[in-house]
Nanobody, 117 residues
C-alpha cells in the first residue's frame, strides 16, 4: 500500500493562503482519483476537492464552500497532490487529509489548518 503524507498546514489569518501537499511513497499515476477531505472538530469528514483522471487529462470537483478559492492539482512525476487554498476563512479550520482511490490507495494521517486572527 502506498503511504500518503500531508504537509503544509499551519496557522494563518483570515484572508490568507496556504498550499497543502500530499506526497506518496509510490507511483500515483495508477490511482484513478485523489482527493482532499477536511474534518473539523465535532463535524463529519467532508470532501473538499477531488481530481479524477480521464483519458484526455483530469476533471476536478469542489465542495460549494470552497469553489473559487481552492485549487486541487496533482503532479504524477513527483507523486504529489496539492491543494492551493486562498482567501481562507475561519470555517476552513480543520484537519486536512488526502485520499487515493484505487489499488494500494488509502488515507494519509492529515495536516492541521487553523484559520484565526
Amino acid at each position: 500500500q502506498v503511504q500518503l503524507v500531508e504537509s503544509g498546514g499551519g496557522l494563518v489569518q483570515p484572508g490568507g493562503s496556504l498550499r497543502l501537499s500530499c506526497a506518496a511513497s509510490g507511483n500515483i499515476f495508477n490511482f484513478y482519483a485523489m482527493g482532499w477531505y477536511r474534518q473539523a472538530p465535532g463535524n463529519q469528514r467532508e470532501l473538499v476537492a477531488r481530481i479524477k483522471r480521464i483519458s484526455s487529462g483530469s476533471i476536478t470537483n469542489y465542495a460549494d464552500s470552497v469553489k473559487g478559492r481552492f485549487t486541487i492539482s496533482r503532479d504524477n512525476a513527483k507523486n504529489t497532490m496539492y491543494l492551493q487554498m486562498n482567501s481562507l476563512k475561519s470555517e476552513d479550520t480543520g484537519v486536512y487529509l488526502c485520499k487515493a482511490d484505487g489499488p494500494g490507495g488509502g488515507w494519509g494521517k492529515g495536516t492541521l489548518v487553523t484559520v484565526s486572527s
